[in-house]
Structure formats: C-alpha cells, structure tokens
C-alpha cells in the first residue's frame, strides 16, 4: 500500500506519498507531491495513486502507451472496428488534419499499417445542394399547378429563375406531364422519374461504377444541366491495426499525460505530482525532403561560377542552328564525317544565310587565303542552309566571334549547355550531352595560356593532375585531347578536346587572324564519376527516389 511521508527541504516541509513497485527484475519507487500541507481525504488520495501505479505498471507496453499522444490515444481503439480515415473522422469528432497526423504517428510506432487510396464519386454541386434542400425546380413547378396558369403565373407562385422555368417546361413536356397552351395545364398527378431524381440526390455521393441502369440515366440526365452535379475524386487511408496495435487498442488508454512544460507549472511547482507524457528519441519518423536543385543542374551551376570567378562573360544561344554556324563557320568542310546523318541530327526544313560572312566563308572554303589554300572543293549554299541540332556548343563561340567588334577586344567568354548527336542510347551513349564551351580572344595570348586556363578550371573542379596530348580538329591548327587523372580509379579519363582557332575561322569572323584560345570539355564523365552512376541514362531519366537521395555537389 501507499504510504505517507513529510520531506523536509530547505527548512520547509512538504508531503509525499510513496510506492515501491516491481518491473521485471528491478524495483521501482513511484511518488506524488502532495504539498506543504497534510490534505484532508488523504485515504482517497492514496486510492488514486494506487489505481495511478497499476494502470501504468500491469501493462507490458506501459512505456508505449505514456509514449502517444492524446490524439493517438483517442484514436486508437476506435480502429478495432473502423477501417477508413474518412469515417475516422466522423466518429472521432476530430478535424481531418488531426486524425492525418494521429495516423502518421501511429504507423511510425508501428501500430499500424495504412494504404492511400482514390475513388471517383458523384457528389453535389452548388445546385445540386440548393435543390437538396428546396426541391428540384421541376417539383416546384408541379406544386405551383394546382390549377391552369400562364408562365409567368408560374414562375411567380413557384419562385423559380427564368433559366430554370426553361428547363422545367421542356423537361415536364417531353415526359407528357404538362399542356402547354394560353395557360399551362398538369396533365399527370405524380412522375417516376421525377422520384427517382429525388431519391438520387439523397444517396450521394455515390461511385458511377455502382450505379444502375435507371440511376445511371438520372446520372446522365443531371450532367446536362448547370452545376447540379460534378465528379470528384477523392482521397482515403485503408488502416489496419498491427499486432502490436491490436493489443495496445485493448489496453486502457484513457489516462491523464502532461505534454508540456510550463513556466507556470515551474513558477508553482505543480509539475511534481503531475505525469508528463514520454518521448522516444529513437523512434523512426518519416523524411522530410526539401525542394532542390537537379543534381546535374548543380553541378552545372558550380562549373559556371568558375568560369565567371576567372571574369568570363556567359554566350547563350539556340540549340538549333543552320549548319553554316555550326560546321562551315568552323572551317569543317562538307565532306566531314561529323556532318553525315549518321552522326548528326538535321531537321527537314532551312535556315537563311548571314549576308555579310556567307562569301567569305565560301572563299575561305574553296581557295583560302594568302597563307591557306582552303579545302578545294565546290562550296554547297543549300547544305550550309540544312538545320542542325548543334553538334557542339562551339557554335556559340562562332556566333560570338562574329558580333565582337575591335573595342570589345580582349575578350573572355563561355558557355555550358547540351548538344545533341545521332546516337543510339544505352547506359554508355546519350544522343544528349553536357559540354562547357570557352573561347579567350587577345593578340598576346598564346598555347601555353591555353593549358594555363584548363588546368586552373580543373583544378578548381577538383581534379589535381592534368595532362594533354595533340590532337587533330578541324577548326584548330594547335589542337589538344584534355585528360584528368582520377586519384581513386587510378587512370587517365579524357574529358574535350583545345587548341587555338585557324586563321580560316578567325579571319572571316573577326576579320583579321587574331588569336582565339578555344576549348570544348565534356562534363558528363565527371558527373557520372562524383554520383557514382554506372548508367548515362541516369543523369536524364528522372528518379524522384533518386532525386531525393543522391548527394548534394560540394567540392
């Protein structure tokens, strides 16, 4: 039994009852404050603390149950015989929001299990319910014609709108109810059809899956006139109680649990005989994901913050461009490989022409220049016009180069974006691809710049080993393949090819044979290397999974 005993604290006295229970192989002494004063029904007092320590040690799951919340613990036994959120929230009395919340916490300790589902119902529009409740315009109609009456009669005695005595007199006519004349006779005392409206207003919402053949045209009938009904779709949670839950449902879970500390309870030392609810630091709770970025679209991000740290200035550009920019600026004859269908991708129709480089282009390609002898070829008008997806985001660099003038020199710009090629898709080819463009244009810039610039963009990608190795392309005539060194793999990864522009694209461009540092670096072989991803198609296909989880870009 409980017994009473008087602490003295500070000077000051104060009484407490006391209990020594047993749980499992430990012994545990419970207490209640009483206060500074012995209280009267101090025998009730004592009955009470007793019926306190059994209710919360007789239970296995005592610890569980002073976990849940009172929501939860409303809840819980409700669930023995409901199934549904939906009448969950009709038979607790509690507002949807809280019986959601009960539910996610209960799943979270494992009491139960739930399932989202949606059904498509018809319910009531807004008059649909006006006429729940005042009757539909057509049995007012009926009620007004206790005798022959004009229209307007009618519409006065039955308070109807002129839009409804409208649909009335063409619904009641069509089912031989009324005669229309100088006056408006009813011809039949009672309607079935006109019952079965009314009934069927009374049974929703109902599931059109479920309906019968007479309901279903009642259905159709209603659909034709002004917002008496409309589909919803609504949302519902199947709940099933866990083992675990089936038995903590039986248990007595109606007990008094502070959930929080009060200054006041401080202030007043009230907090001493009152049982505060537990709180399981270790249990599982949902993730909670924040909106952002796309991990490639971060990496992006950070590329173009190097670019713009080291004072280059962004080119932007379509990704559909006449071939003329995107090969014959270039100086890639059309003959190349690079254009050929199988490679490339064209559209059906053409682009125009620049008047102003369109002839010099042509004469770099057929004869050159006084230190070129250009390609030696009949240059093709109608194929520098073919549309091309850009092969390359080079092509921006030769846009650029054709709008600089003599005072915007020197000049540093970039450019990261996609490109697209004629390729057949598996998990080490994309017909889509990531590449960082970049184009310095200085008379006193040389080669050795050039590396200078790559390595500092690398370096700052993370990346300490860099090596290059010559290389042909047909718009440089100092050409180099740009290889990292991955320190984990142990080997060489080639990402792009560099080198200084012919003088047979700078001349027509900007025109004088200026020196133009240009590079073009593929990024996707570095993104696919810090996600870990053995698939090209990964970086494009979307995963909210994959979204969700994979690491943030940090360098």
């Not at 016009?385 to 005072?407: D, G, I």
């Not at 053995?534 to 989880?549: A, F, G, S």
Request: charge should be positive; aromatic fraction near 10%; glycine fraction near 4%.
């Amino acid at each position: 039994m409980p017994y009473l005993k008087k602490v003295k604290i500070k000077g000051q006295d104060y009484y407490y009852l006391f209990h020594t229970v047993r749980s499992g192989k430990k012994y545990l002494k419970e207490s209640k404050y009483l206060g500074k004063e012995l209280p009267k029904n101090i025998e009730q007092l004592k009955e009470e603390f007793l019926q306190e320590i059994k209710s919360t040690h007789k239970s296995k799951h005592s610890k569980l149950i002073e976990s849940l919340t009172s929501l939860e613990r409303k809840i819980l036994p409700l669930l023995r015989t409901i199934k549904k959120s939906s009448t969950l929230i009709k038979e607790s009395n509690l507002q949807e929001v809280e019986v959601l919340r009960a539910l996610q916490w209960l799943q979270n300790k494992n009491l139960i299990e739930t399932k989202k589902t949606t059904k498509e119902l018809i319910i009531l529009d807004k008059n649909g319910e006006l006429y729940l409740k005042q009757g539909l315009p057509e049995r007012k109609f009926l009620k007004a014609l206790t005798k022959p009456l004009t229209l307007e009669e009618i519409q006065k005695k039955a308070n109807l709108e002129k839009d409804e005595i409208n649909v009335c007199l063409g619904l009641l006519k069509k089912r031989n109810l009324i005669q229309l004349g100088e006056k408006i006779t009813r011809l039949k005392e009672e309607d079935s059809i006109l019952k079965l409206a009314e009934e069927f207003l009374k049974s929703l919402p109902l599931d059109p899956k479920t309906l019968s053949e007479e309901r279903l045209y009642i259905f159709h009938e209603f659909k034709k006139r002004r917002e008496i009904l409309k589909e919803d779709l609504t949302k519902d949670v199947e709940i099933n109680l866990s083992q675990l839950g089936e038995e903590l449902s039986k248990e007595n879970l109606k007990i008094n649990l502070i959930e929080t500390l009060t200054s006041d309870m401080l202030r007043t030392g009230s907090y001493k005989n009152k049982r505060f609810r537990r709180y399981d630091v270790k249990i599982n709770v949902p993730k909670i994901y924040s909106g952002r970025r796309h991990f490639v679209n971060q990496a992006i991000d950070y590329s173009k913050r190097i670019w713009l740290d080291l004072g280059f200035k962004e080119m932007e550009g379509n990704i559909i461009n006449t071939s003329f920019w995107n090969f014959d600026a270039l100086f890639t004859p059309q003959d190349h490989p690079a254009r050929d269908l199988q490679d490339s991708i064209f559209l059906t129709q053409k682009g125009t022409l620049p008047k102003e480089f369109a002839n010099k282009i042509k004469e770099m390609h057929e004869h050159g220049d006084k230190n070129s002898k250009g390609w030696q070829y009949k240059w093709d008008e109608e194929k520098a016009k073919k549309l091309v997806m850009r092969t390359h985001t080079t092509v921006l660099s030769a846009l650029t180069l054709s709008k600089l003038k003599k005072e915007d020199l020197p000049a540093k710009f970039f450019a990261i974006g996609n490109n697209f090629r004629n390729e057949t898709v598996d998990w080490s080819h994309s017909f889509e691809f990531e590449q960082t463009e970049g184009i310095v244009i200085d008379p006193n810039l040389n080669f050795k710049h050039l590396l200078g610039y790559l390595r500092e963009f690398f370096n700052k990608m993370g990346f300490e080993k860099v090596r290059f190795r010559p290389a042909f392309f047909p718009y440089v005539n100092i050409g180099t393949e740009v290889d990292i060194y991955h320190p984990i793999k142990k080997k060489w990864i080639e990402l792009g090819g560099a080198g200084i522009f012919r003088q047979e694209v700078t001349t027509p461009l900007l025109g004088k044979p200026i020196p133009v540092l240009a590079w073009g670096l593929g990024i996707g072989r570095i993104l696919m290397d810090y996600y870990e991803l053995n698939d090209l198609r990964d970086l494009k296909k979307n995963d909210v999974k994959q979204l969700r989880e994979i690491k943030a870009w940090l360098k």
